[in-house]
């Protein structure tokens, strides 16, 4: 089992930025990829940004340039760094984990877990 606990959600005026964090915890070795999702009131979850244990880099194209995202493989945490925000951004934010490796050496398995959301508001 993994669990993950945000931290950094919060009220910020239309320009300013925010810090978002995650960190996991349980019974694993790894985790494959590790990222953030947003969802709106009557919308689908949708991809911010997710970063690989290997450094590969996933960022929404309506992020690229904004959001940075990073990670500590050894603390297994994650953070998304949100500049410039927009109203649209406003959403609640999820970080999540993806295929987890239990065991040093073993297979990574397709499990999937998500935080418990935090929330961003940008006001304009």
């Known amino acids: 089992q993994v669990q993950l606990v945000e931290s950094g959600g919060g009220l910020v005026q239309s320009g300013g930025s925010l810090r978002l964090s995650c960190a996991a915890s349980?019974?694993?070795?790894?985790?494959?990829?590790m990222g953030w999702y947003r969802q709106t009131p009557g919308k689908q979850r949708e991809l911010v940004a997710t970063?690989?244990?290997?450094?590969?880099?996933t960022i929404a194209e309506s992020m690229k340039g904004r959001f940075t995202i990073s990670r500590d493989n050894a603390k297994n945490t994650v953070d998304l760094q949100m500049n410039s925000l927009k109203p649209e951004d406003t959403a609640d934010y999820y970080c999540?984990?993806?295929?987890?490796?239990?065991?040093?050496?073993?297979?990574?398995?397709?499990?999937?877990?998500w935080g418990q959301g935090t929330q961003v508001t940008v006001s304009s």
């Open positions: 970063l690989s244990a290997g450094g590969t880099a």
């Open positions: 999540n984990a993806d295929g987890v490796q239990y065991i040093y050496s073993g297979p990574y398995h397709p499990r999937q877990y």
């Open positions: 349980g019974n694993f070795f790894r985790i494959n990829v």
